[in-house]
């Protein structure tokens, strides 16, 4: 559930697959602009996308209004990734080299 910091911008939860029980506050309209892309962007199965790959293929999903020419893309795609993770939304495919994700079924 959002909540509004004192600077009046909605924050969002998030938490971090690598740290689990831990959870952390984040600009709302970014990582939900940032999450949208990122569904897109990803194949519902495997093989799933690389990081790198991840990188590029957001880019063309995301708003120029919250993300000027991709700026802090790389920061805020790593942020929704290993939140979505926690949650069970995307998934890592650990027998992969490099890894992979993909969205979960």
Same mark, same amino acid.
């Given at each position: ?31 939900? @602009? ?7 962007? +990803?194949?519902?199965? /495997?093989? &799933?996308?690389?990081?790198? !790959?991840? #990188? ?16 802090? @893309? ?7 990734? +290993?939140?979505?993770? /926690?949650? &069970?939304?995307?998934?890592? !495919?650990? #027998? ?10």
């Amino acid at each position: 559930m959002p909540s509004k910091s004192k600077a009046g911008s909605a924050r969002i939860v998030v938490e971090n697959v690598v740290s689990p029980g831990h959870t952390y506050t984040v600009d709302a309209t970014k990582y939900n @602009a940032m999450k949208l892309a990122l569904l897109k962007a +990803l194949p519902r199965k /495997a093989p &799933g996308l690389t990081g790198s !790959e991840m #990188s590029k293929a957001v880019l063309a999903h995301l708003p120029e209004a919250v993300f000027p020419g991709g700026q802090k @893309a790389g920061w805020w795609l790593k942020c929704v990734q +290993l939140d979505l993770e /926690a949650k &069970g939304v995307i998934e890592r !495919e650990l #027998s992969a080299k490099p890894l992979r994700w993909h969205r979960t079924k």
